[in-house]
């Protein structure tokens, strides 16, 4: 079988893979972005195409088009998991590239388009002969103004204003309402440290996966949590049912933990929370999960404070947002190691549960602590 014949084969029905035109091959549409040792060093990565292959489009456009007709064949094992994740991501890479190509095509056509655009003048229609009014007899019958509006009557000291500039007076926007299509996707040590792309690349990125025009804008909290902003009727549930695909494209924009760690984000409304502080947190933390553990981590003793608090006082895990101890990360460190107390704060989406906290207060290690509601710290001022 010839090499042609061998690249061409397609089972019956399924259509070939357009072929290029041949032009002028000098005709750059979108230079390379990547050249030099970085070309290199990515070149050594691969493992099975070779120079001559990546240099032809063709090629590479059908060889991915042939692992598109087999997938469908292909049984996926248990092990295959890790390797679909990376397909996943390669994929979306692909994409974005495939994505800037074209546009760069349209950007070329447009620029080297024959002749210039030509603009039709609505006022050319003045050299076309005038045609004569008809005659009154065929006129159509004018419609009798509506008697029950009656023009304003103009009040003397008043201001004089038309039907439509009147003011409409609307109720004041409640400070405590927010917007149902934010949603927010927090990691555990936030996006702090992690790669910043574009916003047109992550909401490109992002409507891949959630369908077209799903994420209008985005935004971050004050601790660097990535917020969308979705059009209607898109909802956190949508995202929600995409979970795979959204942590996987975060991932390849972001890289939240380092390369080559997964870690997964939660994805939560944008709903009020009720912010509590416990006064008087006893430490160190005793627990049945980490007294038999010689040298226990100190996220094992977050942990087991959190399971605590929530044991003692009837909380609902989901129901806590976000938890932290008001103080630095060295002074938590030594807090869990040497007795005293501290303050924690709890960020809860279940008002009557907070309610119910700041009347009776919470019992933490079997000692009742004060609860009161969370102020910020006002920053100093400058000047």
């Not at 947190?281 to 226990?296: E, F, G, K, L, R």
């Amino acid at each position: 079988m010839l090499d042609s014949d061998h690249h061409r084969a397609r089972p019956p029905g399924v259509a070939d893979t357009p072929q290029p035109s041949h032009g002028n091959f000098d005709d750059l549409v979108l230079p390379p972005v990547q050249s030099g040792d970085a070309h290199r060093a990515a070149l050594a990565a691969t493992t099975i195409l070779d120079e001559p292959t990546l240099r032809s489009l063709l090629k590479s456009c059908q060889a991915v088009h042939d692992v598109a007709l087999l997938a469908p064949s292909h049984s996926v094992r248990l092990d295959h998991e890790d390797c679909l994740l990376q397909l996943a991501s390669d994929l979306h890479t692909l994409g974005l590239w495939v994505q800037s190509a074209l546009t760069a095509f349209r950007a070329t056509r447009r620029a080297t388009s024959a002749g210039p655009v030509i603009i039709p003048n609505p006022t050319r229609r003045a050299s076309s002969p005038v045609r004569m009014p008809s005659p009154p007899a065929t006129r159509p019958t004018p419609s009798p103004a509506p008697r029950h509006s009656p023009l304003p009557t103009i009040v003397p000291g008043a201001s004089a204003m038309t039907p439509h500039q009147q003011p409409v007076t609307s109720p004041p926007p409640d400070a405590s309402t927010r917007s149902t299509t934010r949603v927010i996707v927090r990691y555990p040590d936030s996006l702090r440290n992690c790669r910043r792309p574009h916003p047109v690349h992550v909401v490109q990125s992002l409507n891949i996966c959630l369908g077209k025009d799903c994420v209008s804008a985005i935004s971050y909290s004050r601790d660097y949590h990535l917020i969308l902003h979705l059009n209607a009727p898109y909802t956190v549930e949508h995202v929600r049912s995409q979970f795979n695909g959204v942590t996987g494209m975060l991932y390849t924009l972001f890289q939240p933990g380092g390369a080559g760690a997964r870690v997964l984000p939660a994805i939560e409304s944008d709903e009020p929370w009720s912010k509590v502080v416990l006064h008087g947190v006893p430490a160190p933390i005793w627990s049945d999960n980490i007294h038999y553990d010689p040298n226990p981590t100190v996220d094992a003793k977050r942990k087991a404070l959190l399971e605590d608090i929530c044991h003692s006082n009837g909380l609902s895990r989901d129901s806590v947002r976000h938890w932290r101890l008001l103080c630095s990360r060295d002074a938590e460190d030594q807090l869990f190691r040497k007795q005293g107390s501290a303050s924690v704060l709890l960020c809860l989406s279940d008002a009557a549960a907070a309610s119910r906290l700041l009347c009776d207060g919470a019992t933490v290690q079997n000692i009742r602590c004060r609860a009161s509601k969370y102020r910020p710290r006002s920053l100093p001022r400058v000047g």
